[in-house]
T-cell receptor, first 112, second 112 residues
Framework: DQQVKQNSPSLSVQEGRISILNCDYT??????FLWYKKYPAEGPTFLISISSIKDKNEDGRFTVFLNKSAKHLSLHIVPSQPGDSAVYFCAALFRDTDKLIFGTGTRLQVFP | DSGVTQTPKHLITATGQRVTLRCSPR?????VYWYQQSLDQGLQFLIQ???????AKGNILERFSAQQFPDLHSELNLSSLELGDSALYFCASSVDGGRPQHFGDGTRLSIL
């Protein structure tokens, strides 16, 4: 049973435009969410996170939005750059645990 | 560079064999986590150690075991290997609290 879902396996965006990556979850007991970026032959790199008590968190070009009623979060990248081309994983945590539950990832390609 | 070191980067072996994967956490991190990523899948949590003690267990097979040593490095032992064990194995570490976890570049295990 996939508790964290990324339904779009891939996304292609033009440089300078906005990239929106989506993630849905099924368990309302998740209390913390993270986004990781992964380049080929490297491990996932932490990007940005959000607590369930917030609905938005921003860090430079990256913003994460959380809609608890819809059990949905999204990662916005503005403006998109070619170096953003990677696989993006959404992950979730239950309160008082460190066991990350990952989605299957979305491959983002930013073209010139 | 996340500061988490995994060795070896690649491992090729045969069914029925046993292998050991090694992880050195970031300096100061007490928690070590192991994840498995099979083809086109998200990362699946296997096990967590904190300061030498097992703290949480995921879907780790009985053929797999892990430990964390006094110097805080960790080893994941995989025995009686099967073709389906071919995957990327990632180690992550964190200061206690797990948010966020920082990942190594993984060990790619290929079973022939």
């Amino acid at each position: 049973d996939q508790q964290v879902k990324q339904n779009s396996p891939s996304l292609s965006v033009q440089e300078g435009r906005i990239s929106i990556l989506n993630c849905d979850y099924t368990n309302s007991m998740f209390d913390y969410f993270l986004w990781y970026k992964k380049y080929p032959a490297e491990g996932p790199t932490f990007l940005i996170s959000i607590s369930s008590i917030k609905d938005k968190n921003e860090d430079g070009r990256f913003t994460v939005f959380l809609n608890k009623s819809a059990k949905h979060l999204s990662l916005h990248i503005v403006p998109s750059q070619p170096g953003d081309s990677a696989v993006y994983f959404c992950a979730a945590l239950f309160r008082d645990t460190d066991k990350l539950i990952f989605g299957t990832g979305t491959r983002l390609q930013v073209f010139p | 560079d996340s500061g988490v070191t995994q060795t070896p980067k690649h491992l090729i072996t045969a069914t029925g064999q046993r292998v050991t994967l090694r992880c050195s956490p970031r300096s100061g991190d007490l928690s070590v986590y192991w994840y498995q990523q099979s083809l086109d899948q998200g990362l699946q949590f296997l096990i967590q150690y904190y300061n030498g003690e097992e703290r949480a267990k995921g879907n780790i097979l009985e053929r797999f075991s892990a430990q964390q040593f006094p110097d805080l490095h960790s080893e994941l032992n995989l025995s009686s290997l099967e073709l389906g064990d071919s995957a990327l194995y990632f180690c992550a570490s964190s200061v206690d609290g797990g948010r966020p976890q920082h990942f190594g570049d993984g060990t790619r295990l290929s079973i022939l």
